[in-house]
Each structure stands twice: as structure tokens, then as C-alpha cells.
């Protein structure tokens, strides 16, 4: 089992910034791909970035260039750098820990991007 606890969401003006941090305890590999997902009202989950153990990122082309994911493997924890924030960003953040058919999510925190 993996845990995952995510922090740093909060309700921050449009153009502001906001850093995402996910920890996982727990059963972890040494190889495993962490991500970060987001819901909006009445959507459906999308995938936001995703980053592998060698530091290989990805992003949804709606985040490229203002979000930055990265990860500290001593430290299992996984960040979220999100900058030049718009309304359209506004959802709840889930950080999910992947590993071939295993995969956890966390509990998700939630982001609000209002002025």
C-alpha cells in the first residue's frame, strides 16, 4: 500500500502562483511514475503532468510553459509549480503514484483561481 498526502492548495487571484506538494509513505518503489491529475465542477479528471523516477516529465498542452512538475526521490514527494494561474485552473488536484497496474491517488486538494 502507498499513501499519498497532498498540501499547498488555497485560493489565490488570477496571473498569481500556487506550489502543490504530494509526500507517499508507505510500500514505495525505487522505480514508479508520480503525477498530478485535476477535476473540475461537473468534468471529468484530465491529467495535468506526470514526471518518472529519472525526472522525464509531461504535460497537458494547457499547462505547458506555466506549470513545472518535479520530484525529490530521497524524500518520495513529488511538487506542483504552478504559475500565471487563470480561473480556468480552478479544480480539485489529486497526486497519483503509479507502478505497472498498481496506482494511488490522494485525497486531493483543492485550487481556486478568483479574484
Known amino acids: 500500500q502507498v499513501q499519498l498526502v497532498e498540501s499547498g492548495g488555497g485560493l489565490v487571484q488570477p496571473g498569481g502562483s500556487l506550489r502543490l506538494s504530494c509526500a507517499a509513505s508507505?510500500?514505495?518503489?525505487?522505480?514508479?511514475?508520480m503525477g498530478w491529475y485535476r477535476q473540475a465542477p461537473g468534468k471529468q479528471r484530465e491529467l495535468v503532468a506526470t514526471i518518472s523516477t529519472d525526472g522525464t516529465s509531461n504535460y497537458a498542452d494547457s499547462v505547458k510553459g506555466r506549470f513545472t512538475i518535479s520530484r525529490d526521490n530521497a524524500k518520495n514527494t513529488v511538487y506542483l509549480q504552478m504559475n500565471s494561474l487563470t480561473p480556468e485552473d480552478t479544480a480539485v488536484y489529486y497526486c497519483k503514484y503509479s507502478r505497472y497496474v498498481n496506482e494511488y491517488w490522494g485525497q486531493g486538494t483543492q485550487v481556486t483561481v478568483s479574484s
Open positions: 508507505g510500500s514505495i518503489a525505487s522505480i514508479y511514475l
